[in-house]
């Protein structure tokens, strides 16, 4: 009994050695190519500058906010445009999504079937957002602002899925954003939203 204890404590021991080694690495190769834009920050900024603009009384005011996102939003498409160009230049299996709810080591290779790749993923959301920023004369900045903000949040978890796992990414959407991942499905435009269900399922 004592034996089994032992095989099971080691044997857990070594697949959580091997899991933090692989998210490691996944985090590394994700923060390397991450570190040559201002993706992260232009995300916050374009959150924090909607905010605003939803909160201002004032109606002439309020339009000045939103007009001052739109070079914000055209940077930020130009730069995941090229951040996805250059993930696309990796090879695929460094770059593989397993669609398990929990993260397990190397499950990519060994459930290939039960995955999808990154550059696809992120080609999808790079598209929904380029689509969005673009539909300022269709659509009320409102409106605009609120289904830009939930392509964004998509994107945002996507990484972390692949960084960790889909378990773990929602739960950090609920916590910094109180949204689930259904309700970000529910908010993106019908073009992302299919792409996405096609490519990683519901």
């Not at 692989?22 to 994700?30: K, N, S």
């Not at 445009?81 to 460094?94: E, I, M, P």
């Not at 920023?133 to 972390?160: I, N, V, W, Y």
């Amino acid at each position: 009994m004592e034996l089994i204890v032992l095989l099971v404590l080691m044997t857990s021991l070594g697949l959580y050695m091997l899991n933090a080694r692989d998210q490691r690495r996944r985090i590394a190769l994700l923060a390397s190519h991450l570190g040559k834009y201002q993706i992260e920050k232009l995300m916050e900024g374009l959150t924090e500058g909607y905010m605003r603009a939803l909160s201002e009384q004032d109606p002439e005011r309020r339009t000045q906010i939103w007009n001052l996102q739109s070079p914000s939003e055209q940077a930020l498409c130009e730069q995941l445009g090229r951040f996805v160009a250059g993930l696309a230049t990796l090879d695929a299996d460094q770059l593989r999504v397993s669609k398990l709810p929990w993260s397990l080591p190397y499950a990519w290779k060994l459930f290939p079937g039960s995955t999808f790749d990154l550059r696809q993923a992120l080609a999808i959301h790079a598209a929904g957002v380029s689509r969005s920023a673009k539909s300022g004369m269709d659509r009320s900045p409102r409106k605009r602002a609120f289904t830009l903000s939930a392509e964004l949040f998509l994107l945002q978890h996507t990484c972390h899925w692949y960084c960790r796992s889909r378990t773990v990414a929602s739960a950090r959407m609920l916590v910094r954003h109180r949204t689930s991942h259904a309700q970000l499905l529910d908010a993106v435009a019908p073009e992302t939203r299919q792409a996405y269900l096609e490519l990683a399922g519901p």
